[in-house]
Nanobody, 125 residues
Framework: QLRLVESGGGLVQPGGSLRLSCAASGDTLDKYAIGWFRQVPGKEREGVSCISSSGMNTNYADSVKGRFTISKDNAKNTVYLQMNSLKPEDPDVYYC??????????????????WGQGTQVTVSS
């Protein structure tokens, strides 16, 4: 059974960068589209970015286009989210999750499963 573990969160100043990792075990990521989501308490999980099982196709929320980059290393069974130019409105708990399809489709959290425990991102001066 696929298990995902996020890491890489932390405290960063506005304009700074972080790279999140989503490491998989129990199965190989070449079978799954992987999405990154974030959640503010009391709100629904928001899709941030997604990468297809092949790594060839990516999706981004409008709020992060041009600042975040998703990538995949199938040899390491890991998906990354490079976050640049972080803004105070970006802080959230970030989760990765898997969709058992080759392509992402809509980044609606109910299409995804095997959620990790999340990693906290705090943007503050």
């Amino acid at each position: 059974q696929l298990r995902l573990v996020e890491s890489g969160g932390g405290l960063v100043q506005p304009g700074g960068s972080l790279r999140l990792s989503c490491a998989a075990s129990g199965d190989t990521l070449d079978k799954y589209a992987i999405g990154w989501f974030r959640q503010v308490p009391g709100k629904e999980r928001e899709g941030v970015s997604c990468i297809s099982s092949s790594g060839m196709n990516t999706n981004y929320a409008d709020s992060v286009k041009g600042r975040f980059t998703i990538s995949k290393d199938n040899a390491k069974n890991t998906v990354y989210l490079q976050m640049n130019s972080l803004k105070p409105e970006d802080p959230d708990v970030y989760y990765c999750a898997a969709r058992p399809k080759p392509e992402c489709g809509a980044m609606w959290y109910r299409y995804f499963a095997s959620w990790g425990q999340g990693t906290q991102v705090t943007v503050s001066s």
